[in-house]
């Protein structure tokens, strides 16, 4: 995360620190008459010397990156930074990848469906607004000690173990994730935790891309915390890092938006979430069904999901329903959802 706090901070941070957290005037002045012009030009006159995050991004800092109380390399500045990126690009990727699913691939026919809840969309994004700014709470100290050099990420290709690690590191990365997240979900739906922690989530039986990132907060931190204890135990090249962060979120709104494209054995796509959404108790992966085959907890889709006719049609929805009806009064108890008549009326429609 060292690469993009450089890049909020030149284009960003830099001035809005020194506006709002000026440092003593008179003691930049004096660097200012050391250097040789005023726009801080000369890096050995500065208070702090510039070392670029990464050598293949070279930004330059401005002037106003020497104007603050807060230097860059302040804890306290880095975190709130970092804070702040982490919201931030939470909630853009959150709308942008969500809205781009829900309008282009989600099939809207799913509202008629008898689970689907009333005003669902408007609730998912809400849920989800609520829990971001806590889940990139509790995910700062993880970057925040990325940045100050605790973990094992590396700049240079040169600086892996070895050659054929730069490759290795991504499906190192997914078979790590995967197997610590399936622990961490199926331990989410103990009977302790599951009501408390994890049935926000599960409020949406037939969910829409918007219920991606819709979670109770700790729920979604935990969720993540293998992505980021990944680094700390395991080299990561820096920029792969970012690409898989990035990866990680929209792969979170693809298993949600409800276009079954993968009836794959080993793929957890899109058919084996809803399974998991519709049924409580299958499919806990993240990637593959490879932990939930051997854990017992896998769940085939129903070949009916693979089939537009099939799966939008009124006998599916009340098979779904039925069954549906039965797994969630063992697990829940009373169902307090609220479905609305609107979605029972429109129901009737379905041919």
């Given at each position: ?177 995967d197997f610590f997240i399936y622990w961490i979900h199926r331990g989410l739906h103990h009977p302790m935790v599951y009501k408390t922690l994890h049935k926000p989530h599960h409020k949406w039986i037939m969910p ?144």
């Amino acid at each position: 995360m060292d690469i993009v706090l450089e890049v909020f901070d030149t284009f960003i941070f830099d001035r809005l620190y020194a506006n709002f957290l000026p440092a003593n005037l008179p003691a930049i002045s004096r660097y200012v008459a050391k250097g040789a012009t005023s726009t801080f030009s000369s890096m050995r006159e500065l208070p702090t010397a510039y070392h670029p995050a990464t050598q293949f991004l070279q930004l330059e800092p401005s002037q106003y990156a020497y104007m603050s109380a807060f230097t860059r390399d302040n804890i306290w500045r880095q975190a709130l930074s970092l804070y702040l990126i982490t919201w931030l690009f939470g909630i853009v990727i959150y709308f942008a990848c969500s809205s781009l699913s829900y309008y282009f691939i989600f099939d809207h026919a799913t509202f008629t469906h008898p689970k689907y809840l009333k005003n669902q969309v408007s609730l998912e994004i809400h849920q989800a607004s609520i829990s971001l700014p806590f889940i990139a709470l509790f995910t700062t100290p993880f970057f925040l000690s990325e940045v100050r050099g605790c973990a094992k990420l590396y700049d240079a290709p040169s600086d892996a173990p070895f050659a054929l690690y730069n490759y290795l590191q991504f499906p190192l990365f997914l078979a790590f994730t995967d197997f610590f997240i399936y622990w961490i979900h199926r331990g989410l739906h103990h009977p302790m935790v599951y009501k408390t922690l994890h049935k926000p989530h599960h409020k949406w039986i037939m969910p829409t891309p918007f219920a991606s990132h819709a979670f109770h907060p700790l729920d979604g931190f935990a969720q993540s915390v293998p992505y980021h204890v990944f680094p700390f135990i395991f080299p990561l090249q820096k920029f792969a890092y970012i690409a898989l962060f990035v990866f990680i979120n929209i792969w979170t709104v693809f298993i949600h938006d409800g276009e079954y494209v993968a009836n794959s054995p080993i793929l957890n796509g899109a058919a084996c979430h809803t399974m998991h959404h519709l049924y409580f108790n299958y499919n806990y992966g993240q990637f593959t069904t490879v932990w939930d085959r051997l854990g017992g907890s896998y769940r085939q889709p129903n070949e009916e999901l693979f089939s537009r006719e099939s799966k939008m049609s009124k006998a599916e929805w009340e098979r779904q329903s039925r069954e549906m009806e039965k797994v969630q009064k063992e697990v829940e108890g009373d169902d307090d959802r609220d479905y609305g008549a609107e979605a029972r009326r429109l129901q009737k429609k379905v041919i």
